[in-house]
């Protein structure tokens, strides 16, 4: 699939922040609707972290699938429980095989593995390292951003399949 232009990222991301809390409800209801186990994995999958990761994380994941939805109209196929556990499972191992490797490395399999979609990953880490608003919280932990990168980049990496058809 082609890669989603950074524009349509930036606008989309920008009226998802616009949001009103009632509005956003019924989006995320109507998501969850059109791919609950996709909302599901996400609020399951996060459910341990602190609330702020979770906020973070179902934001995320809320952008993410609206940036996917504009660019398809709409169009996404159903993802299955399986799909994104495999997803899951090898985009873990993935990570987990870069954490020894040597930096020319790491850099060059950045480079490929977020071809695919590089404008949503970039808003996505953007979005990691912004600075709170509220001077009451404080950022992420590394672990933090890094398990909420790997559950977002599953959920890139399957909307990304039911979209390239």
Same mark, same amino acid.
């Given at each position: 699939?082609?890669? @989603?232009?950074?524009?349509?990222?930036? *606008?989309?991301? $920008?009226?998802?922040a616009?949001y009103?809390?009632?509005? &956003?409800s019924?989006?995320? +209801?109507r998501?969850?609707?059109? $791919?609950?186990? /996709?909302?599901?994995?996400?609020?399951?999958?996060t *459910?341990?972290?602190? !609330? *702020?990761?979770?906020? /973070?994380? @179902?934001? =995320?994941?809320?952008?993410v699938?609206?940036?996917?939805?504009?660019?398809?109209?709409g +169009?996404?196929? *159903?993802?299955?429980?399986?799909?994104?556990?495999?997803?899951?499972e &090898?985009?873990a191992?993935?990570?987990?095989?870069?954490?020894s &490797?040597?930096?020319?490395?790491?850099?060059? &399999?950045?480079?490929? %593995? =977020?071809?695919? %979609?590089? #404008?949503?990953i970039? #808003?996505?880490?953007?979005?990691?390292?912004?600075?709170?608003?509220?001077d009451?919280?404080? !950022?992420?932990?590394?672990?933090? @951003?890094?398990? =909420?990168? /790997?559950?977002? +980049?599953?959920? @890139?990496?399957? =909307?990304?399949?039911?979209?390239?058809?």
């Open positions: 699939m082609e890669p @989603i232009p950074e524009n349509l990222v930036e *606008q989309t991301w $920008q009226e998802v616009a009103t809390p009632d509005h &956003a019924g989006e995320m +209801k998501i969850g609707e059109d $791919q609950p186990e /996709l909302l599901a994995f996400m609020v399951e999958f *459910q341990d972290l602190e !609330p *702020q990761a979770i906020d /973070l994380g @179902i934001y =995320l994941f809320f952008v699938y609206r940036i996917f939805e504009k660019w398809h109209a +169009k996404i196929g *159903q993802v299955s429980p399986d799909e994104i556990i495999a997803c899951y &090898a985009n191992d993935l990570m987990e095989s870069l954490e &490797a040597h930096y020319r490395f790491l850099e060059r &399999a950045a480079e490929v %593995q =977020l071809a695919s %979609q590089p #404008y949503v970039k #808003y996505v880490v953007d979005a990691f390292f912004e600075v709170p608003e509220d009451e919280l404080d !950022p992420l932990s590394d672990e933090d @951003i890094g398990y =909420l990168f /790997l559950l977002i +980049k599953t959920v @890139i990496d399957v =909307l990304n399949g039911k979209t390239d058809v």
